[in-house]
Nanobody
């Protein structure tokens, strides 16, 4: 079992950068692939980025490719999401999640979720 906690959200202007962090409790962090999802008001939760156990495989939604970077530090049990060139349409609550298996882009593959952190991008 793992508990997740996100931090790093905030209110920024378009074109700015933010780095989200997701700290995991427990000793099993390195056994989970990790993902970031986001949910805007009135919309379904959507896939943003995912990373494999070792960090060698990275996956991104088309909408963030080239602007966002996911990474992990297994020694710190933390996964990061570096967000550059932010746009107003990136405004959402961002969640990190952990999965054992299944499609990296599917919320149903993830068994553990953080509480989320708000990111608001003003134009």
């Amino acid at each position: 079992q793992v508990q997740l906690g996100e931090s790093g959200g905030g209110l920024v202007q378009a074109g700015s950068s933010l780095r989200l962090s997701c700290a995991a409790s427990g000793r099993t962090f390195r056994t989970y692939a990790m993902g970031w999802f986001r949910q805007a008001p009135g919309k379904e939760r959507e896939f943003v980025a995912a990373i494999s156990l070792s960090g060698s495989n990275l996956y991104y939604a088309d909408s963030v490719k080239g602007r966002f970077t996911i990474s992990r530090d297994n020694s710190k049990s933390t996964v990061y999401l570096q967000m550059n060139s932010l746009k107003p349409e990136d405004t959402a609550v961002y969640y990190c999640a952990a999965r054992y298996s299944g499609a990296y882009y599917d919320t149903r593959s993830y068994g553990y979720w953080g509480q989320g952190t708000q990111v608001t991008v003003s134009s």
